[in-house]
């Protein structure tokens, strides 16, 4: 069967527009019931409301708590896991038979489902049994709050989103590394140039495109974060470890509060963008720094 | 001949006419072991049942399929299930749910509109959300109808209280049970909230169990303070997670006992009632035993937790549900098993008994389905006092609902065996004991709030200054949907 040339280019990318639909569907669907009052408990009172619930969230004081944990949680999450990735991915650059092993078994938390992990570290810090709190009873800190105090609870979550997703950025800036031309490396040591000035104005430069790539991917994955959260403080003690994703959870699945929870869903979506568009807007600029510097 | 005898003797038994001990006498004489007693004793049930002047075939060949919790209710339910099926020609299918995750895959279901359920386990409160949405089906058509409802069936055999508790009219404010309401789901086991305290700790302590909130607290303090060389690691477990389901255990019933309700209700506009000055000072009694002597992590306790603890030997008691106590003292891989004892319990020195708030499991059919009067075959013989017997006497069918049951002699026995003090604190809680809560649509909403401020206080929020809040922010969702 022939394909009409000028129909060709369509047809290839009939794929991708179906794909495209196929997240415009619910995309849009969430959208609509956003501007509705459509609480699935109460059938009678559905009907368009049109901004009122954005209205209502923006107005709700909890709504702004949200807000602020989501992004404290993601920004920690980000900087915390890539300065250990990045540093554990130094460490391993090198190929050698330990490097190799080690890379494998760092890469084991990452095969755990979050939700897992969090369940594995609630043991882990149980005041009666934990193992962590047992060790730390040693230097006087066996009475240590966890997830169980506003204050110590978001440490505790970013640290077991540390401990899952750090080898997530170790893997990609470790291929990065593994991915610089040699040659700019072997100039710098001919003319004796100390390490930390290699790191910072070769290494570093280069690797950038990729650290930034990894921090977008988490970026998008820690901002929706819900099982360890979940699994951990279900957004407690009190409001404290209130993120997007279980609000709108609780929303959705205890209160079928539909309305609301779409658009808690659509603000969400809209901070994800903003902050995807300045991500990619970076890499474009660094993509072209980058080049220009190595071709100075 | 001696299956005859056997057969005979079994009879006598469901008549009331043989003791159990004199059955198992019977039995052991003509060489019968357990396992195959029970096995008769079902089938014998089926073929009395067969023999009524009802159509039990009625819907032979039909599947029904169910949406069940894994739970020891549901246990005991699937070792009786080949008799029902002996008895209908029908066969029933399930899929269980561990309860994490079983109230969302109800609620996707019910939603969704989809036939695939008949029916399911429920909690009477979600009924408050299922009922008016029209997800499920009002009971009253089916247990009124004679030609559905076989004559041994008697509802009224029910606890009046669990009848009352899983009916509602819909409108909010209105008491369960009320004028008008609809019986969106029937009682199938329920749960007293009630002390369960190590009755070991409690004897090297020279202690009895207390006797109002303060003297609660003192105790659970001196256990808290005296853990260092002894068994025991904190005095009291309570619920503590940011959800409903910490506010309707025991600190429901304790709230309740203070004559304290949750709302204000002026004709059917509800007003939040939680930062009055007596709910204040309630609140700060129970916010100091939890801070004093609560688990470390008290703010991801659910009932799993509680009830690993007191089986464990970490707490020394625990104000939750009976059945708890129940379960972890009857289970030899707890270490504290069999150490346990129950106290009805009445938090304010002022009343004269117990209030007990209930959680009741409940079986209820979903208004999609196609077949709903062979759904109510297996319902009404799921909650019939036969299958309740069997559940209550045979299983671990724990608390049963049914005052037949209640009153046997046997089930008395196997309790009075197990658990000491359980029947003395059921007899001594089941008339105050109901759903204390303000019937209304937003129930989830405003418990799990007011569950979120509880975390607050006891992280060192000031009480009033947080029940104020709580009450303002309450007051503002009852308005949102027409309701303040």
Redesign the interface.
Same mark, same amino acid.
Request: proline letters at 12%; aromatic letters at 10%.
């Given at each position: 069967m022939k394909i009409n040339r000028k129909l060709f280019p369509y047809v290839l990318t009939l794929p991708a527009l179906l794909v495209c639909v196929g997240i415009l569907i619910p995309f849009f669907t969430a959208v609509y019931y956003s501007l509705q009052r459509y #609480?699935?408990? *109460? =059938?009678h *009172?559905k009907g368009f409301i049109w901004f009122d619930n954005y209205v209502?969230i923006f107005t709700d004081p909890s709504f702004w708590n949200t807000i602020k944990v989501s992004l404290t949680y993601t920004f920690f999450t980000i900087i915390i896991e890539l300065l250990l990735g990045l540093g554990i991915a130094l460490l391993l650059a090198k190929r050698n038979w330990l490097n190799n092993i080690l890379g494998v078994l760092l890469v084991l938390p990452l095969m755990i489902a979050p939700a897992l992990a969090s369940l594995i570290w609630?043991l882990l810090?149980? /005041? #009666?049994f934990g193992v962590v709190n047992y060790l730390l009873s040693f230097i006087g800190l066996d009475?240590f &709050?966890?997830?169980?105090? =506003?204050d110590t609870v978001l440490f505790t979550l970013i640290m077991v989103d540390v401990w899952v997703f750090t080898p997530f950025i170790m893997i990609l800036l470790l291929a990065g590394l593994r991915s610089l031309p040699r040659q700019p490396f072997e100039a710098a040591e001919l003319d004796g140039v100390p390490e930390y000035y290699k790191f910072f104005r070769i290494t570093l430069p280069m690797l950038f495109p990729f650290i930034l790539t990894a921090s977008l991917f988490r970026l998008l994955e820690s901002i929706q974060q819900f099982d360890i959260i979940y699994a @951990?403080?279900?957004?407690? /003690?009190?409001?404290s470890s209130m993120v997007f994703q279980v609000s709108a959870y @609780?929303q959705t699945?205890?209160? &079928?509060?539909i309305g609301k929870a779409a658009a808690m869903m659509v603000v969400l979506w809209a901070i994800c963008y903003f902050l995807c568009h300045v991500f990619v807007k970076q890499w474009h600029k660094l993509k072209i720094k980058t080049k220009g510097e190595l071709l100075q | 001949m001696s299956h005859s005898k056997m057969k005979s003797a079994i009879d006598s038994f469901l008549k009331g006419q043989l003791s159990r001990r004199d059955l198992l006498i019977k039995a052991g004489r003509y060489g019968i072991g357990f396992a195959a007693l029970t096995k008769l004793m079902g089938l014998q049930v089926t073929s009395a049942l067969a023999a009524q002047d009802f159509d039990w075939k009625k819907h032979s060949g039909t599947t029904i399929k169910l949406l069940m919790n894994k739970h020891p209710y549901m246990d005991s339910m699937i070792a009786e299930l080949d008799n029902f099926k002996a008895l209908t020609g029908m066969n029933v299918e399930y899929d269980i749910f561990a309860e994490d995750v079983y109230f969302d895959k109800v609620t996707a279901a019910l939603s969704s509109g989809s036939s695939e359920y008949d029916a399911f386990m429920t909690g009477a409160y979600m009924t408050w959300t299922y009922g008016p949405a029209g997800w499920c089906a009002d009971l009253n058509e089916f247990i009124q109808d004679s030609n559905k409802t076989n004559p041994s069936y008697n509802w009224n055999d029910v606890v009046g209280n669990l009848r009352d508790a899983c009916s509602w009219s819909g409108v909010a404010g209105d008491a369960p049970g009320a004028a008008g309401s609809k019986q969106w789901c029937m009682p199938w086991g329920f749960e007293l909230n009630s002390v369960t305290y190590n009755q070991r700790y409690f004897d090297k302590a020279g202690m009895k169990p207390p006797g109002d909130l303060v003297e609660m607290t003192d105790q659970a303090e001196w256990f808290t303070k005296n853990s260092g060389s002894n068994d025991w690691s904190y005095g009291i477990g309570t619920r503590g997670s940011r959800s409903w389901a910490t506010i309707h255990p025991g600190f429901m019933s304790a709230y309740a006992n203070y004559g304290l309700v949750d709302f204000e209700n002026n004709g059917g506009k509800l007003k939040a009632a939680m930062n009055s000055q007596a709910s204040k000072d309630f609140h700060k009694q129970w916010v100091k035993m939890i801070s004093s002597s609560g688990p470390a992590n008290w703010s991801g306790y659910t009932w799993y937790e509680v009830g690993n603890d007191i089986g464990a030997g970490a707490s020394a008691m625990i104000f939750d549900a009976d059945i708890l106590g129940y379960f972890f003292n009857g289970n030899p891989d707890n270490k504290e098993a069999g150490n346990f004892g129950f106290h009805g319990f009445t938090p304010n020195p002022s009343a004269s008994a117990p209030t007990p708030n209930v959680w009741i499991w409940s079986l209820a059919m979903s208004n999609f389905s196609k077949k709903k009067d062979a759904a109510w075959y297996w319902m009404q013989w799921c909650n019939g006092p036969e299958n309740a017997m069997a559940g209550g006497v045979k299983h671990n069918q724990v608390n049963p609902v049914r005052e037949s049951v209640w009153a046997s002699g046997d089930f008395d026995d196997k309790i009075r065996g197990t658990s000491p003090g359980y029947m003395e604190q059921y007899n001594s809680s089941i008339d105050g004991s109901k759903i204390h809560f303000t019937a209304q649509p937003l129930f989830f909403e405003t418990t799990t709030e007011w569950a979120a401020a509880l975390q607050e206080m006891q992280t060192g929020s000031n009480v009033d200054e947080t029940l104020d809040k709580l009450a303002s922010k309450i007051d503002r969702m009852m308005k949102d949907v027409g309701l303040a």
């Open positions: #609480n699935l408990k *109460m =059938p *009172m209502s609630r810090i149980n /005041p #009666n009475d &709050t966890w997830a169980s105090h =506003p @951990l403080s279900q957004g407690g /003690p009190g409001e @609780l699945f205890q209160y &079928t509060n | -």
